[in-house]
């Protein structure tokens, strides 16, 4: 079955991920919706950042703290995903998270 629901900039999404290949990330887990609204109210793909609770820190990887958890935003990970591959929405992360997110995304593709 489809998910339906609208998806949100800021939305934690529960995706599967696999299959995978090499270094990508792999199972299902929540993943970060980073594309903005306009696009996802008119396409049936998202862009999304994994999360993990493992790994180490690195410039491209924002801490956060989601549904009693703590962990990473991996934005090194971005994936292009079909509605397809999500299992259900989980919540959204807090404005803060959102803004180190979208300002991580701003200085990584800097020109």
Same mark, same amino acid.
């Given at each position: 079955?489809?998910?339906?629901?609208?998806? $949100?900039?800021? /939305?934690?999404?529960? %995706? #599967?991920?696999?299959?995978?290949? +090499?270094?990508?990330?792999?199972?299902?887990? &929540? @993943?970060?919706?980073?594309?903005?609204?306009?696009?996802? $109210?008119?396409? /049936?793909?998202?862009? %999304? #950042?994994?999360?993990?609770?493992? +790994?180490?820190?690195?410039?491209?990887?924002? &801490? @956060?703290?989601?549904?009693?958890?703590?962990?990473?935003?991996?934005?090194?990970?971005?994936?292009? %995903?079909?509605?397809?591959?999500?299992?259900?929405?989980?919540?959204?992360?807090?404005?803060?998270?959102?803004?180190?997110?979208?300002?991580?995304?701003?200085?990584?593709?800097?020109?």
């Amino acid at each position: 079955m489809t998910f339906r629901a609208p998806v $949100r900039l800021g /939305d934690v999404l529960l %995706v #599967a991920l696999d299959p995978a290949i +090499g270094s990508e990330i792999r199972k299902t887990r &929540p @993943c970060l919706v980073v594309s903005p609204d306009e696009m996802n $109210r008119h396409l /049936d793909t998202f862009i %999304v #950042a994994p999360m993990s609770t493992g +790994g180490r820190p690195w410039p491209t990887r924002v &801490p @956060c703290r989601f549904d009693g958890v703590e962990g990473h935003v991996v934005l090194d990970q971005l994936r292009t %995903v079909d509605r397809g591959r999500i299992v259900r929405n989980l919540g959204s992360i807090p404005d803060e998270t959102r803004t180190e997110v979208l300002g991580v995304l701003g200085r990584m593709f800097a020109a």
